[in-house]
């Protein structure tokens, strides 16, 4: 750790401390002494400090960090708004031929042949049947199911020579026309060079 660092952490600690120190005295006496429409906006008023507060050391501490071990905040969250994008193209559809666009937008993206595990079991082919009437009908369109992106939180799990390797789960939530409505998470494994490239990319749905 440079000694910049070293610095810059017990100056953080200390303002911290402080901010809790306040923070618990204010909730004791405020009991007694304010109502709790003045406790609130306390409460407030100290979260913003401690927000603060770590985004200053944050920040002071992201260029040493960058040289000695290779992390670059930056770089991540470069990667994450191409990530988050891509992951919004890809998990928001609402009927059959928005899923195929979205499909073919995950193939496209990230250089996936026909028979790559992310097309056949994560988010296979939609097939379509005839029904009685003749009409070509499908499990997506027939039960009115759509999904929808919401946020991503990455992990960087590996730097080699530029190239990072994440762990993400992307929160999605889902619809049918009778009303049900549901949350997931999915993990996502993938790997971005310095331009940005994404690549190396699979999939799994996790368990809430």
């Not at 618990?24 to 927000?51: G, H, P």
């Not at 002071?60 to 919004?88: C, F, H």
């Not at 070509?136 to 990455?154: H, P, Q, R, T, V």
């Not at 494994?189 to 190396?200: M, P």
């Amino acid at each position: 750790m440079s000694n910049r660092v070293k610095k810059i952490i017990p100056w953080v600690l200390s303002v911290l401390l402080f901010v809790f120190g306040i923070f618990f005295y204010a909730r004791v006496t405020s009991q007694a002494q304010n109502t709790e429409r003045s406790e609130q906006a306390r409460i407030s008023e100290l979260r913003d400090k401690i927000s603060a507060a770590k985004n200053d050391v944050e920040n002071k501490a992201s260029e040493p960090v960058k040289n000695t071990i290779g992390y670059d905040a930056q770089r991540v969250a470069k990667d994450d708004a191409t990530m988050g994008r891509l992951a919004k193209s890809i998990f928001t559809w609402d009927d059959s031929e928005s899923y195929n666009k979205a499909r073919n937008t995950a193939k496209e993206s990230f250089g996936f042949s026909d028979d790559n595990a992310f097309l056949t079991k994560f988010m296979p082919e939609v097939k379509s049947v005839e029904n009685r009437d003749g009409k070509k009908i499908n499990d997506i369109d027939a039960n009115g199911a759509n999904m929808s992106y919401e946020s991503l939180s990455s992990y960087v799990t590996r730097i080699s020579s530029g190239t990072y390797s994440y762990a993400t789960i992307v929160k999605v939530t889902g619809a049918n026309s009778n009303g049900a409505e549901s949350e997931g998470s999915i993990m996502l494994f993938y790997e971005t060079d310095a331009n940005g490239n994404v690549s190396h990319v699979s999939a799994q749905t996790l368990s809430e």
